[in-house]
């Protein structure tokens, strides 16, 4: 295993190190992760760095980021392993063209061999020589049956191959499961996961990651646009701009060459921050009339 | 804490469990040192209904195993991280967090015996103090050290804490009022109402004072979380200056309804319905499962069937057919949202919530003089308290009147789910029957209940206001299975009619007055 930070601080500075800042909270369960081998069940709203928490991990640790997405629908041939029943299907008539009937109590082995497995995100976490990040993405898409075929990988690390036995892992992999609270998860899985939840950052930590991730914004500009952001978060909102919408704008105002932020670069930029037609007039009315209606016509 | 061997002639863990959360300090404390501890504050948790398992316990041990204890901030998120799992959870934890933690604090300093309220004070502080940094709070306290029986110079001070969100600065404060209040406001001994008191005499108000001067924070108002969090800290210090006074822990009480509830109060019996809703699904997709044995039309399953060929040299004498799926029930649910059943429809729409959670094949209609489709809401929106505000704003429900028009409610819902209605489905009806006096169509009703395959009625009122007034329940209880369900475990019992093995039992007879 390449070096694990030993403390929390460490883990914490080496995640900054990384560009992604996190929060006490944060630092302390990934640390717990590292150090326990528990799979984290990380939830929140959608944009706060739910999946970018895994890639710094990632990152950090020097480890294969093996990612898996979930969606309504997904099944164990998608997840976990499937055989590569062409591929077995032209190793048979290789087979029969080049010796007749010999030799098929050989063919028989051989197609069940690892050469025909199709390896998907799961078995490979698993399987994998290195240690790994293991991301099972939004897992409140699936259905409660995949959450169950999960425990066994959750808890002991194994996966069962009928023809194969079970693989296990040689090495422990770091798990991250996230969800969007789309709906509410089994016990089960809950019970093997530490649990994480990440919500909005404070304004101060938020100005820091805005501008890490937009160095070139000027400070001042980069101040006003948390505490608008924040300012829109306290708002009833179908969709409240995440963190990501917030760099998004931050990049857009520099695209744009914006020095302060007035009602007219508010008006014109809005849309990358609030994606509802509902929210946009709100937004629109409760924060944009409060803004200076013009650059250096005083505050 | 006290480290006492486990004795095999001691009392029993439950025992001890019980005595430690609930006695006042015993001599020997609890015994198995911290890991004792952990367990009553486990136990606490479960208490105030969180599930705890000893999978969670043995986690937190160690996961604490590899963090450093000198910093309680992370203890207490390892702790949270592995006992607490959901939001909900996370709340009635730091509240049960904070409570142990002082207990266990006063309770160490009555043991040693010690009045001295510093020492209380410090322990407390060690163990379970404030997130924000102490140093910030001694820096605070020392400022305002100059003349602290000045009212004025004192109220002022806690409204600029409870502005500006400092809550170590805060924490000093109370004290602080406790005393310069002191003379003012006479000690009651319930410490709620002596919080109410010392905040009246303090003038902490939400709503703006324009007689402030300018800078005060007054003049705005008080954020209403700042004031809450002002009286905590208050409750906080009167409890302690009680312990002090009396040398004994008070017993505990489980957490206020209040205090744990989440802001839409229908909080713990949502996660309770969202429990038996599970429960109703399971039962649902297991149940008449023998009927669904039939092989209607199949498919044969080319790459089975080719794996199958393999062990017969690549000729495929084994037909596979692909598995039937097992269908999904398809449930309707039609919610009675009129002023008649207000008290009971958050309770309908949590049940329609969970249900939602749980059913993917489903559709609920919410209706009042008309009936209005909400599926697409339910599926948008995960929040329950979103779902009810947009259900009263505009779900698009013709509430003209306010009064419920059966008769048209199930013209329109047979309109409206005509082709999808069959045998499979099942529709459950929320609601009171009560008509206004309006025609009850149960015709109407009757042909909704043929189509479908089985149909519920959950009924709110007590079975004993069944048929008086505008009530006409029994000209339905025919067509349908009636139930009384206003509380989750009604609930529960509706579930178990509902999957009950062999034919629908006879529906109960709602009492009926002498007619």
Known sequence: MSSAPASVE???????????????RTALVSHLAVQLGKPVLVEGPAGVGKTELAKALATLLDRELVRLQCYEGLDEAKALYEWNYRKQ?????????????????????DVFGEEFLLERPLLRAIASEKPVVLLIDEIDKTDQEFEAMLLELLSDFQITIPELGRVEATTQPVVLLTSNNARELTEALKRRCLYLWLDYPELDRELEIVRERV???????????????????????????????????????????????????????????????????????RVGLRLPARAGSGD | MAA?????????????????????????????????????????????GLAVGTSELLDATVALDAVAWSRREDVRETLAATLAKSPDARRVFDLVFDRFFFRAAEAEAVRRSSTDGEVAAKLADELAGDAQGDGEAHE??????????????????????????????????AALAIGSVGGAVTDTGVVGVDVQRIRRALELRTDPDPQAPEDDPRREGLPREGIREFEQH?????????????????PARPLNQLDRALPTSAGQSLAEIHRVVRQLKRRLNTQGQELRGHRRRTQVDLRATMRASLQTGGVPVVVKERAVRPRRPEIFVLCDVSTSVTSASLFFLSVLHALHDAFRKMRSFVFVERISEVTELFEREREFEKVSQAIGRDAGVAD????????????????????DLHPRSTVIVLGDARTNGRDPAEAAFAAIAERAGRTFWLNPEPALYWDYGDSVISRYAG?????????????????????????????????????
């Open chain 2, 400 to 419: 003209v009147t306010g009064y419920t028009d059966y008769g048209r409610v199930w013209r329109e819902f047979l309109e409206q789910t005509e082709d």
């Open chain 2, 140 to 173: 605070a306290g020392e400022q305002q050290g100059g003349d602290p029986l000045d009212l004025d110079a004192v109220r002022e001070a806690i409204a600029r804490a409870i502005a500006e969100g400092a809550s170590g600065r805060m924490a000093d404060l």
């Open chain 2, 234 to 250: 208050l409750r906080h210090e009167l409890e302690r200056r009680r312990i002090e006074r009396l040398g004994e822990l008070p």
């Open chain 1, 89 to 109: 299907l032209l190793r048979i008539q290789a087979q029969s063209a080049g010796e007749g009937t010999a030799g098929w109590d050989a063919v028989q082995d």
């Open chain 1, 215 to 285: 160095p070139g914004l000027s400070a001042t500009i980069a101040r006003r646009l948390v505490e608008v952001v924040a300012e829109i978060r306290a708002l009833d909102l179908k969709k409240p701009p995440s963190i990501a919408e917030s760099i998004d704008w931050a990049r857009a105002l520099l695209l744009l060459g914006a020095d302060d932020l007035d009602q007219e670069v508010f008006r014109d930029t809005l849309s990358v921050l609030v994606k509802h037609r509902t929210d946009l007039d709100l937004v629109a009315e």
């Open chain 2, 4 to 48: 006492a061997p486990h004795g095999p002639t001691g009392p029993g863990p439950r025992q001890l469990r019980q005595a430690a959360i609930h006695a006042a300090a015993r001599p020997d404390g609890v015994p198995g040192g911290f890991a004792g501890q952990l367990v009553v504050f486990c136990e606490e948790l479960r208490g105030e």
């Open chain 1, 10 to 24: 460490a883990l914490a500075a080496g995640l900054r190190q990384v560009g992604y800042l996190p929060g006490s």
């Open chain 2, 479 to 515: 067509h349908c299975e009636v139930h009384e369900c206003w509380t989750a475990d009604q609930l529960e019992g509706f579930v178990a009619a509902l999957t009950g093995s062999g034919p629908a039992p006879e529906p109960p007879r709602p009492h009926r007055p002498g007619r």
